[in-house]
């Protein structure tokens, strides 16, 4: 993960400064404490920004595990996670700082510097009201977080028929229909045995036009509208066209040129499926 790398190289090097500054900044000439105020409040945070972003995109956090987990959800996982960091440190630290120096050193100087403590105390507070955001993820409220599952659940149980005859160019197996007919099936997470006898658990999806996947983005030479997705995030599908058999294939998004046969049916595959995930069992 070459961009996760560069991020925390960056990270580093933003602590190493601070710290450096903390305990040799009134030993710097004039130009470098120049130098370093310009990293800490200006360059630093907006790189920092800059690489979490580009962190995210190889990272998923939708089940962080461990401390590691966590560091990682909150740091890149939201737009202002990393800039949060970097406020609620820096501010701390600071006022910390300031209260090490009266207490220790009988240092009140910045103390006394009212104004430059409510910055630095503002900066903490917005610091902190960014990271709560953070660890919600993606910054949303958990009402907003509900609203989305429970929309995708009214998707999942409304299929768009006519949109997904008009996407396969032919009739749709009827197998299919009835699957989508019986909510506790569709919404449960069936065990599919695979390839060399690897299982998968597969979650069935929305067969409705905002699921359709298209060539541009999936690489594949047509669009697809995903049946179900296995918990490797493979997509498994039918593929569209008039000529085509009702065969169910698997591609993965990061090979889609790689694409196995699961079933050569609906029907076939429908019974290759194990249900003891459904929703609301002891299992």
């Known amino acids: 993960m070459p961009r996760t790398k560069i991020f925390f190289a ?23 404490s120049i130098v370093v105020c310009f990293w800490m409040f200006l360059a630093g945070p907006v790189v920092l920004f800059f690489t979490a972003r580009q962190a995210r995109d190889e990272i998923h956090f939708e089940n962080p595990r461990g401390f ?34 009266a207490w220790a050193k009988a240092d009140y100087s910045m103390l006394k510097n009212v104004p430059g403590l409510l910055v630095f105390a503002g900066m903490s507070a917005f610091g902190w009201f960014v990271l709560r955001h953070a660890m919600r993820g993606e910054g949303l409220t958990w009402r907003e977080i509900e609203g989305f599952k429970q929309a995708r659940i009214d998707a999942l149980l409304h299929p768009d028929w006519a949109f997904y005859a008009e996407h396969l160019a032919r009739p749709i197996p009827e197998a299919l229909k009835k699957i989508y007919e019986v909510p506790r099936q569709v919404q449960a997470f069936p065990c599919l045995r695979g390839m060399e006898s690897e299982e998968h658990s597969i979650e069935f999806e929305p067969l409705r036009r905002d699921y359709c996947v298209p060539a541009a983005e999936s690489d594949l030479p047509y669009d697809i509208v995903p049946v179900a997705i296995a918990d490797d995030q493979n997509w498994i599908f039918l593929k569209p066209g008039k000529d085509e058999s009702d065969q169910i294939f698997m591609a993965d998004p990061e090979e889609p040129g790689d694409i196995l046969i699961l079933a050569d049916s609906v029907e076939a595959f429908l019974a290759a499926l194990t249900w003891e995930n459904e929703p609301g069992s002891d299992s």
């Open 10 to 32: 960056v990270l580093a090097l933003f602590i190493a400064v601070f710290v450096l500054w903390a305990r040799l900044g009134k030993t710097f000439p004039e130009w470098l």
């Open 68 to 101: 590691i987990g966590l560091v990682l959800r909150v740091l890149v996982g939201t737009p202002l996670g990393c800039f949060g960091v970097v406020c609620l440190v820096t501010g701390s630290a600071v006022i910390a700082l300031a209260t090490w120096s």
